[in-house]
């Protein structure tokens, strides 16, 4: 039987990235991965296949709505070669798997593929084309999180489908109905939208992206709809049904009447939970919460001593970089070192087109806080970098203590968002006031200039170009 310091289970961006410091610091490490490709759902069914379409999708869009404008004259009709734009995300998926192949072999970490299973605390059974059992110290679960649906929609994988179904389309829908106002619906709502899709969203709350600042979402429900984007909100799903290549969605809406939708595809998009399936937790001593998550200390601990659980599975963001920030946090702990994560800082993207990004608290948690705040907000449209490119929709808004100036929330729409918040996640880091973002020269003609404005508009109402 092989022994380990660390067996991590599951290879999605916690696991692996857990099982890479671990190795870095010394410790005979395993991984074991129930599917045939390393990755997760991330980099196979999630965050780099769907920006993978949404890049594709955004070029034909430029192509058929914008080149013109640019001087750019294409003769004849541009068209979309779907079945080629799917095997294209599937190339970048390929690629980006066998780099954490490599990046395993690299660090000399054992990889096991098959279905990781406690048979006690510190032994694992691992069933696939053979069962083996190996012995482990320690053992990080990051199995992650599947796609959850409402339990009246029998979803089919053909017409009611989630996430994964829709990065693999073989025709362009009709009428995509996506059942939820989320990240994922909306970002994958666009990819099918922009290809000549009609697209409704029903979202159960009172607006889109109803975990963020209300202000982006009035933002990008106003962008969407002008886009031709049919959103409902205040509207809860009762029944989805399919006829043949007909699905059809119905819903009370906020006045309680009745309202059906007919289209060839619906997205259900409500969200992800933990997935446990066949880990046997309990066998190990692991408790779960009501919710299905492992529960753990804020060492990122189970009820198990030498079992920690990172990412997706635990409390918390389900977002890739908050469960590679856990990866590295446990690593460092089993090692003897004191880390920390800032669960404050880890910023949230939507990569629309424009993209929205946040860090830190919104408008409504500092109200509900009680915390005074000023806001600085400058509009996108006003900086010489978007006109360049016509990307003017969106504004980059800093909450600030209203007494000491210190930098309490950064939200924003607009191009490259996703990018630019970064700077607001170090300038957090850091405990910046607005003040000291304002003082800082940022190159010109950027996106991030807004940001500068803000600070300024944020301190005295000093921004320069509006």
Same mark, same amino acid.
């Given at each position: 039987?092989?022994?380990?310091?660390v067996?991590?289970?599951g290879?999605?961006p916690?696991?692996?990235?857990a099982?890479i410091?671990c190795?870095?610091?010394g410790?005979k490490t395993?991984?074991?991965e129930?599917?045939?490709?390393?990755?997760?759902?991330?980099?196979?069914?999630?965050?780099?296949?769907?920006?993978?379409?949404?890049?594709?999708?955004h070029?034909?869009e430029?192509?058929v709505?914008?080149?013109?404008e640019?001087?750019i004259?294409?003769?004849?009709d541009i068209?979309?070669?779907?079945?080629?734009?799917?095997?294209?995300?599937?190339?970048?998926?390929?690629q980006?798997?066998?780099g954490?192949?490599?990046?395993?072999?690299?660090?000399?970490i054992?990889v096991y593929?098959g279905?990781?299973?406690?048979?006690d605390?510190? *032994?694992?059974?691992?069933?696939?084309?053979?069962?083996?059992?190996?012995e482990?110290?320690?053992?990080i679960?990051?199995?992650?999180?599947?796609?959850?649906?409402?339990p009246?929609?029998?979803?089919?994988k053909?017409r009611?489908?989630?996430?994964?179904?829709?990065?693999?389309?073989?025709?362009?829908?009709?009428?995509?109905?996506v059942?939820g106002?989320?990240?994922?619906g909306?970002e994958?709502?666009?990819?099918?939208?922009?290809?000549g899709?009609?697209?409704?969203?029903?979202?159960?709350?009172?607006?889109?992206?109803p975990?963020?600042?209300?202000?982006?979402?009035?933002e990008?429900?106003k962008?969407?709809?002008?886009q031709?984007?049919?959103?409902?909100?205040? *509207?809860k799903?009762?029944?989805?049904?399919?006829?043949?290549?007909?699905?059809?969605?119905?819903?009370?809406?906020?006045?309680?009447?009745e309202?059906e939708?007919r289209?060839?595809y619906?997205?259900v998009?409500v969200?992800?939970r933990?997935?446990?399936d066949?880990?046997n937790?309990?066998?190990?001593?692991?408790?779960?919460?009501d919710?299905?998550?492992v529960?753990?200390?804020?060492h990122?601990?189970?009820s198990?001593?030498?079992i920690?659980a990172?990412?997706d599975?635990?409390?918390?963001?389900?977002?890739a970089?908050?469960?590679?920030?856990e990866?590295?946090?446990v690593?460092?702990?089993?090692?003897?070192?004191?880390? *920390?994560?800032?669960?404050?800082?880890?910023?949230?993207?939507?990569?629309?087109w424009?993209?929205?990004?946040a860090?830190?608290?919104?408008?409504?948690?500092?109200?509900?806080?009680?915390v005074?705040?000023?806001?600085?907000?400058?509009?996108m449209?006003?900086l010489?970098?978007?006109?360049?490119?016509?990307?003017?929709?969106g504004?980059?808004?800093?909450l600030?203590?209203k007494?000491?100036d210190?930098?309490?929330?950064? *939200?924003?729409?607009g191009a490259?968002?996703?990018?630019?918040?970064?700077?607001a996640?170090?300038?957090?880091?850091?405990?910046?006031?607005?003040?000291d973002v304002s003082?800082m020269?940022h190159?010109?003609?950027t996106?991030?200039?807004?940001?500068?404005?803000a600070?300024?508009?944020?301190?005295?109402?000093?921004?320069?170009?509006?």
């Open positions: 039987m092989n022994s380990y310091d067996a991590v289970i290879s999605g916690g696991g692996y990235v099982a410091r190795a870095q610091l410790m395993a991984i074991i129930k599917y045939s490709t390393l990755g997760g759902t991330c980099l196979n069914v999630g965050c780099i296949p769907s920006k993978a379409l949404l890049d594709s999708s070029h034909y430029d192509a709505k914008h080149f013109e640019h001087g004259e294409i003769p004849g068209k979309v070669n779907l079945e080629k734009m799917i095997a294209r995300k599937q190339a970048v998926v390929d980006t798997t066998g954490i192949d490599f990046l395993m072999k690299k660090n000399n054992d593929e279905l990781g299973a406690f048979k605390a510190t *032994h694992i059974t691992i069933t696939g084309k053979e069962t083996i059992e190996i482990a110290k320690n053992t679960i990051a199995t992650g999180s599947k796609p959850s649906s409402l009246f929609i029998k979803i089919d053909e009611i489908i989630t996430s994964t179904e829709a990065l693999k389309l073989k025709e362009i829908p009709k009428h995509l109905i059942i106002g989320g990240v994922i909306l994958l709502g666009q990819v099918y939208k922009r290809l899709a009609e697209v409704s969203v029903v979202e159960y709350m009172d607006r889109i992206i975990t963020m600042d209300s202000g982006l979402s009035k990008l429900n962008v969407l709809k002008k031709k984007f049919k959103i409902n909100t205040s *509207h799903v009762k029944s989805v049904e399919r006829a043949g290549d007909e699905v059809v969605v119905k819903a009370d809406n906020k006045k309680g009447e309202v939708f289209g060839d619906c997205l998009s969200g992800r933990p997935y446990t066949g880990l937790a309990e066998a190990a001593g692991v408790k779960l919460n919710r299905g998550q529960e753990v200390n804020d990122l601990q189970t198990a001593s030498n920690y990172i990412g599975v635990v409390k918390g963001a389900m977002l970089h908050k469960a590679e920030e990866g590295v946090f690593a460092e702990t089993l090692a003897g070192q004191k880390p *920390h994560i800032d669960y404050n800082l880890i910023p949230g993207v939507v990569y629309t424009p993209e929205v990004a860090v830190g608290k919104s408008e409504e948690q500092l109200k509900e806080a009680g005074a705040y000023k806001v600085g907000q400058f509009p449209r006003a010489g970098r978007s006109r360049a490119s016509m990307d003017l929709d504004f980059v808004k800093i600030a203590d007494n000491t210190e930098i309490l929330g950064v *939200h924003m729409v490259r968002a996703a990018d630019m918040i970064a700077e996640v170090v300038a957090m880091e850091y405990r910046a006031s607005a003040e003082r020269s190159a010109h003609p996106f991030t200039e807004a940001i500068k404005e600070a300024l508009a944020a301190t005295g109402d000093r921004a320069l170009h509006v």
